[in-house]
Every structure is written in C-alpha cells, then in structure tokens.
C-alpha cells in the first residue's frame, strides 16, 4: 500500500470523552449464520449464550469487558467463545479446532434498538451475528468507481461496499488519500432513500491495526445525478455502523459519492470504506471515534 510519509502526531491529544458510548448494548441478538446458536443476550457485564438448536443445553452467561485493539472495539470474553456456537457441520464433525476469547463488536442503534456485527473464529467469513436490519439494506449496485486498489491477487472492488463482513472493503487506487475519487450508487429499485449507512475505514478482525493505519473517509460530496441536487456531509471516525442525512436529494435516483477529505492514516495514504449503502432509517453509532488501546 501507498506509504503516508507525514505521520499525525495530533492523534496524541484527542479528548478520551470523544470516545463514550451512545447508548447500551443490553438487549437479546440473533444469529444469522448456520450455529448452534439461536442468539446470544447481553446483559450488564454477561455475555449469555442461548441455546435453541441444541435445546438440551441450558442458557450460559460468561463475564466480558469492552476493551480497544489498536483502536477497534471489541468484546473480552472470560472464557473462549463456546465450540458448540460454531456451524454446526464444524461443531459435529471437527472436535478439534478452537474458538478465540474476543469478537469484534460493531454496534448501532436504529429506531431505538440497538443492533449488533459480531466477528469472531469459527464461522463463515468470521461473521456471525448481526441484527436483520442489515438484511434489507444488501443487493446495491454499483458502477463508475474512478479506481480501484488491486494487490496481487486481491481486488478491493466497488461491490465490496455492500458485505458486511471484516476484510472487505473498496479501496481507491489514486495518488495520495484520493481526494476527488468517486463512484455511483444506483437505485436500480427506484426507491427513495434519505440517508447513507456507512461503516467507515478498514475493519480486520485479526489485523484491527489497519483502521488506524490507512485512511477513512471524512467529508464526501453527494450528488443526485437526475436531480443535479447536492451536498458535502461529515462522516464519523468510527467503524461502527452509522448514518449521514441525504434528505436534501427529494426523489428516488442514482447518486454519486466523491471524496472530499479524509482522517489520514498513520501509514498508507490507502482511503477505505468498509461498507455504504442507501438506507430508510437513521442508525445511530456505538462510539462517534476510534478508541485507544488496552
């Protein structure tokens, strides 16, 4: 990747309140993912699992912090995460393998409820649980990306903004941070959409450095391509899932995103994006930045 040769040292003297949650994360999750898992509760400072599949097993509560890895959020767990929460084709045929004791943890709250994004080992993709919200918001299209990155045999393509899961975002491939760097959202389902879900930066369940150390996107112009209507909005520093208003755009059209300014990486001049969709509802993000370590 692009080398940054100007490091932020003002990182240093970011105030620790920018870093307090929005709103609890109590509440009772499903999974989506083939498990032996129906969902899990989180309750004070109990991570409990809840058994359906295998109904013979009894609820489990276990004791977890909420902790920052080179500035990602994650779940600490008191124990490995449970074998028996994997897919079940691994749970039943590979008793050998093993679970990790954390999980990245990407949370957001919409219409008053709090959602979840948990990645961890041991499933598909590392993916296993999100809230049916994001369900709705999949299968966009995309076209007129400016450039793409491509290392080696590793494309970080434009459709990539529409996963979810960890290691899979759009990179530009233009000099520096790729400011002036674009791409466009078709509404090929002619619905009108008022808001924009974005998860920003680089989000890695087994590399969580590389949030900080490539660039993320700060202030991007939004432009309706039929309506010419258009406006330059703040994205937040955080990869959790959160929303930006769009609802100067008053009609269902396709819409064109075009970097404006970035939060520069402490390493790469490489600017991601996890994820970016049109979306109904305004999410509201666990944390409004990055944390620091412990």
Known sequence: MKKNILFCFLLLLINLS??????????????IVDSGLDG??????????????????PDKAIDYSFIHIDGMPFLKFSEPFLVEVSPKYRYENEKDFKMDDKMLL????????????GTTTG?????PSTEPAFI?????????????????????AIDNLCKTAADTPWVEAAAGYGIGESFVIENSWNKYYPYLLIMNGYISYK?????????????????????????????LDTPHPQTVDISFIKEAEDIKITIVSVYEGTKYEDTCINYMVTFQD?????????????
């Open 18 to 31: 920018l870093f307090s949650q929005n709103f609890s994360l109590n509440g009772i999750y499903p999974f």
């Open 40 to 57: 899990i509760e989180i309750k004070g400072n109990q991570f409990i699992y809840k058994f359906y599949y295998y109904d013979y097993l």
């Open 106 to 117: 990407l949370a957001g709250q919409r219409n008053g409820k709090a959602f979840i994004i």
């Open 123 to 127: 499933f598909i993709e590392e993916y």
């Open 136 to 156: 709705e918001s999949t299968g966009r299209s995309y076209k007129d990306a400016s450039s793409t990155l491509v290392e080696g045999k590793t494309v970080y």
């Open 207 to 235: 590399k969580p450095y590389l949030y900080k150390q490539n660039g993320r996107i700060k202030e991007i112009k939004v432009t309706g391509l039929k309506s010419g209507n258009e406006q330059i909005v703040t994205v």
């Open 282 to 294: 305004e999410v509201i993000p666990y944390e409004n930045s990055i944390g620091e370590n412990e």
